[in-house]
């Protein structure tokens, strides 16, 4: 069973970069049958795609937010990491990390997701 | 970028009401949709993909159909355990777009 798990710090200034990291387990990071996404959801409201990474590294990102994003993988420890720059209030959400299938391109595991206050 | 546009936004239903949601794409997406419930404080769960694949261990009462922009999730008969909030999800171009979202409620 795939599991996937959140962790990184709850609170975060304005102006600051937020770090994510998602582990993995229950299966490999390195399959090529998967991309690996970060979601996020502010508080009340809907889903918002951030970005996914193959495990070559390849990365793509929601335009919306590319000019700030970075997503990378470390296949040694099967986890992949998410770096939100410059962050303000409205950064403020539940994140989740979660599976997309390359060939179904849905989001079929779901971490249960981390809430980040930015606030100072 | 492709905007999808879910209605209603709020559903009142009974149980055993059959319940239609609609997911509008601002331009084709062929086939590439997929539909999660999510419950308060939980993460979303996957339903459907591929517009109307259901996805394992998913019941049989939950359907989707269409195709290019427009898309339905079907529950043929509303279950107490399917109060929650819907989301449409599509993919083009190696980018993915959700919708606003469809919360049923108890009528």
């Known amino acids: 069973q795939v599991q996937l798990q959140e962790s990184g710090p709850g609170l975060v200034k304005p102006s600051q970069t937020l770090s994510l990291t998602c582990t993995v387990s229950?299966?490999?990071?390195?399959?090529?049958?998967?991309?690996w996404s970060w979601i996020r959801q502010p508080p009340g409201k809907g889903l918002e795609w951030i970005g996914y990474?193959?495990?070559?590294?390849?990365?793509y990102y929601n335009p919306s937010l590319k000019s700030r994003v970075t997503i990378s993988v470390d296949t040694s420890k099967n986890q992949f990491s998410l770096k939100l720059s410059s962050v303000t209030a409205a950064d403020t959400a539940v994140y989740y990390c979660?599976?997309?299938?390359?060939?179904?391109?849905?989001?079929?595991?779901w971490g249960q997701g981390t809430l980040v206050t930015v606030s100072s | 970028d492709i905007q999808m546009t879910q209605s209603p936004s709020t559903l009142s239903a009974s149980v055993g009401d059959r319940v239609t949601i609609t997911c509008r794409a601002s331009?084709?997406?062929?086939?590439?949709l997929a539909w999660y419930q999510q419950k308060p404080g939980k993460a979303p769960k996957l339903l459907i993909y591929?517009?109307?694949s259901l996805e394992s261990g998913v019941p049989s009462r939950f359907s989707g159909s269409g195709s290019g922009t427009e898309f339905t999730l079907t529950i043929s008969s509303l279950q107490p355990d399917d109060f929650a909030t819907y989301y449409c999800?599509?993919?083009?171009?190696?980018?993915?777009?959700f919708g606003g979202g469809t919360k049923v409620e108890i009528k």
């Open positions: 979660a599976r997309v299938g390359v060939v179904v391109v849905a989001a079929d595991y």
């Open positions: 229950g299966g490999s990071i390195s399959s090529g049958d998967y991309y």
């Open positions: 990474i193959y495990y070559s590294g390849s990365t």
């Open positions: 331009q084709s997406i062929s086939s590439w």
């Open positions: 591929k517009a109307s």
């Open positions: 999800q599509q993919y083009n171009s190696y980018s993915l777009t």
